[in-house]
């Protein structure tokens, strides 16, 4: 019996069909039994034993699995949890209740109910330098050069046989000439090691001006033990020529390390330079000033959590104006009935300091808080090898500098600037041309007090926000004030970071201790020499 | 005659009135049983202290509701020593004089605990030292519940040494009598393993200090010719903030060089961002992390009584927790809360401890206690990577260093001394 047309038209659209499904379903069959292997190997992370689980991990690198990168990542990022009750794997970013828990074999989602339920995959630094390396690895195929050079430079440091024939593979590939210069030298490196006299001597002339730390350390054994004289006597060079430049950029590193220090302190002490200098008012609670404004940046942060970034912009201007408005508060309420008495002045303010910090204790409690620095603030720029800046601190040192040029501004440009200067210059005189003197007193001390706020902003990106952040401060505030020259902000600027850079220098070899003593020192002997400091002020008005 | 009756009248009154008052006294005495908390509350060491003042607050809240102690109900007397080293030693005087306490639980610093020490000694009271400190003591009157440096510094160090394979040591601390001692004894033991002396760099900073740029870059240049390196830290404090945070800006990563530190715990880190500081180490011998019942129902009671599901437990809590259920076990043990029976009835009491196992007091007044590694994780825990598989006995005088070796601390009769040369046979006449 003949088919019926139309079947016999559908039967190509059958058999194509048929094989459509059965080569579906091979597939799936295969996918599944990837999944397996994956399963397999994964799952023996669930050990407890670091060391069982460093086997898995080696296992999984060797096995070339595709997603072995991505499992690598997970695990190393803290990303990789499973669930107590069943042992199932889920990649879970961020662990709080309500978020999401994506499965890792089936990519299906869970909400997370109770973050106890799942426990994370952890590893120990064997296990975390064992992944970097494998990651390493791959990361040589990268598309990102950036990404490829890291690589190279991790294997450079722990060069072993499979990682040299990777990079011997590689280098003729490579298209960008820094990595493939930086291959270079990780495989003379390794023919420094390893290789004959006179691949040594080659490899000796080619990394000639690395100054890469693990070829400085590979020539200092050749110099040390080699066989051959001649390479000994050429590695002793290469190692002269690479120290020399070290200690050139160890001199760069330092003043850097000392002008950040000096930017520090000019930060905190510039406020003090406008109530002190300008003023005249010993102003004890000064640091606490600064410690608002570092509660303050804390508080701005708790209240913007998902802009990191823009919170520390917006803290500037509020821990101004917190700090500037207790200021006033305390010019207002107490300093006012003081002036002219200094020791009365001191014991007020030294009292209002304690009340300050015991109110953050019950306030804040006294536990320190927690300010995270914003992503375009972290990390460092590398400049080579040997000399990196740090981005914090290039940020504070720039931010600084805003700072003293602002003030410096108001203080010349202004009609508040102005009257400031007339009053602190003659009292007298300033009222008889009809300045509201009192005033004048009023916002003076709140600028000063405003620019110690916004000096705890910086400070909440390097130190504890704390209680005591301001008692740790106070001292070098009036070192600097007092050795720059009363009343002169220039003097606060150069003091301080000459002060820094000095201690800086003599850091290394005297001990932050000894360092901190020798500059504490060399004030006294110098103020003695010159009481009104670096730069004094001239005239009627130093007398005043 | 009117006027002298008046007189004796008043006089009448005022003794009667006396009388009242000191029965009342004697009444209240007589109702409960004090506990005196010698923790500052205010100055630089509040940020410590205060949360241990919490913690006797709470474990004594708890015993007074499981029906208190001899059928007396438990009553803290907390004052307030200010962070002032010499105030402790008048405080403690007011505690027990004044206040009548049976115990003391207090001090952070070695330097407190130094002060307290001829007070506790001379009115023959106790005092329970809850945090980790450099050894070389061993009084009558105090009980170590923190750790001895065989039960923290020495077994972190063997973990590096063996586990890491570290050849080149950084000892950095604070420049106080803690950071001395345990570096002094580090160094007697790193150089007996046969470490060389220009393989070890020993750096002091002062208090609170907080530019850690040079060091922080000193140590990567002396960690970076070669041999794995390690810094061992007792940097206390507020310094250990700027000093995390500059390790993160420079990007000294703990696969690099491992930090690992005695001063810091949980409550430490609650202060730091601690994304970039995943790896590094801490040796204690309890965190939070910890996976045991007693533990968590701990945990659990902790948040019910701060009402804060964020606040974390650390190391010198579980000492006090510790110190506390001892000195229960004694009195109970002593039938008294006397403190000369109970230092007798507290030696060989052991207790649970918050890891699942048991501490038990030793002779020398020092504790068993389990030795943890634990490398810090992104959400501010440590995650338990080495342990000893069972309990140490605290060492009170360490075995490391010259004219400490020979001597022994053993509080039961018939050696009742805290410093006996094993050598000479001899007791030295301190107390201490």
Known sequence: ?544 | MKTKASKSAVIGTLSALALSVSMNVAVAAEDTIKVGILHSLSGTMAISETTLKDTMLMLIEEQNKKGGLLGKQLEPVVVDPASNWPLFAEKARELIEKNGVDAIFGAWTSVSRKSVLPVVEELDSIMFYPVQYEGEESSKNVFYTGAAPNQQAVPAVDYLMNDLGVERWVLAGTDYVYPRTTNKILEAYLKAKGVAPEDIMINYTPFGHSDWQSIVSDIKKFGSEGKKTAVVSTINGDANVPFYKELGSQGVAAGDIPVVAFSVGEEELSGIDTAPLVGHLAAWNYFMSVDAETNDSFIESWHAYTKDEKRVSNDPMEAHYIGFNMWIEAVKKAGTTDPKAVQESIIGVAVPNLTGGYSTMMPNHHITKPVMIGEIQDDGQFEVVWQTSGTVAGDAWSDYLEGSRDIIADWRAPLSCGNYNTKTAKCSGQNF
């Open chain 1, 1 to 544: 019996m003949p088919l019926p047309r139309s079947v016999v038209r559908l039967l190509p659209f059958f058999v194509l069909w048929m094989c459509v499904t059965v080569l579906l379903s091979l597939s799936l069959d295969a996918r599944s039994a990837e999944k397996d292997e994956i399963l397999a190997q994964v799952s023996a992370l669930l050990v407890k034993k670091f060391d069982d689980k460093a086997r898995a991990v080696a296992l999984l690198v060797e096995s070339g699995h595709p997603r072995t990168e991505e499992i690598l990542r997970l695990i190393k990022d803290g990303e990789l949890y499973y669930r107590k009750k069943d042992d199932r794997l889920f990649s879970i970013p961020l662990a709080e209740t309500g978020a999401q828990a994506t499965d890792l074999l089936d990519a299906t989602a869970v909400v997370i109910e109770k973050t106890r339920d799942f426990k994370k995959v952890t590893l120990n630094n064997l296990m975390r330098g064992q992944i970097g390396l494998a990651l390493a690895e791959i990361g040589l195929k990268s598309e990102d050069p950036k990404q490829r050079e890291d690589a190279v430079r991790k294997l450079l440091g722990e060069l072993s046989d499979e990682s040299v024939a990777v990079l011997r593979k590689r280098i003729g590939a490579e298209p960008v000439s820094a990595v493939r210069e930086l291959i270079s030298i990780a495989l003379a490196v390794n023919d420094l090691k390893n290789g004959d006299e006179a691949a040594r001597l080659l490899a000796v002339e080619r990394v000639e001006g690395s100054l890469e730390p693990p070829v400085r350390s590979a020539l200092t054994q050749v110099a040390e033990t080699d066989a051959s004289p001649v390479v000994k006597q050429k590695a002793q060079l290469a190692l002269n020529g690479i120290d020399e430049q070290i200690r050139w950029y160890g001199m760069v590193e330092t003043l850097y390390f000392g002008i950040s220090l000096g930017s520090v302190l000019v930060l905190a002490g510039i406020g003090l330079a406008i109530t002190f200098g300008v003023m005249g008012v010993i102003n004890m609670a000064h640091g606490e000033l600064i410690m608002l404004g570092a509660y303050t940046t804390y508080v701005i942060q708790q209240l913007m959590p998902n802009h990191l970034g823009a919170s520390i912009l917006v803290a500037i201007p509020a821990a101004f104006m917190v700090s500037a408005l207790v200021g006033v508060a305390i010019e207002r309420g107490v300093i006012r009935f003081l002036y002219g008495r200094p020791l009365e002045t001191l014991l007020a303010t030294f009292g209002i300091s304690l009340i300050l910090q015991q109110a953050v204790r019950s306030v804040f409690s006294p536990l320190n808080r927690s300010v995270s620095t914003p992503e375009w603030m972290s990390g460092m720029v590398e400049i080579n090898p040997v000399l990196s800046l740090t981005l914090s601190r290039l940020y504070i040192i720039l931010f600084c500098l805003l700072v003293f040029v602002a003030l410096v501004m108001v203080l010349k440009r202004t009609s508040l600037g102005l009257q400031v200067r007339a009053v602190s210059q003659n009292r007298a005189m300033a009222r008889a041309m009809g300045v509201r003197s009192k005033w004048v007193d009023a916002m003076t001390f709140g600028l000063g007090s405003g620019v110690a706020g916004v000096a705890g902003v910086a400070l909440s990106q390097l130190t504890n926000v704390g209680p005591n952040l301001g008692q740790a401060y106070i001292i070098d505030s009036f070192m600097v004030v007092v050795f720059g020259g009363v009343g002169n902000l220039w003097g606060t600027l150069v003091a301080g970071l000459s002060l820094g850079i000095a201690n800086k220098v003599l850091e290394p070899w005297a001990g932050a201790v000894l360092a901190k003593i020798l500059v504490l020192v060399f004030i006294i002997l110098f103020i003695q020499k010159r009481p009104r400091g670096l730069f004094p002020q001239r005239g009627r008005a130093a007398e005043g």
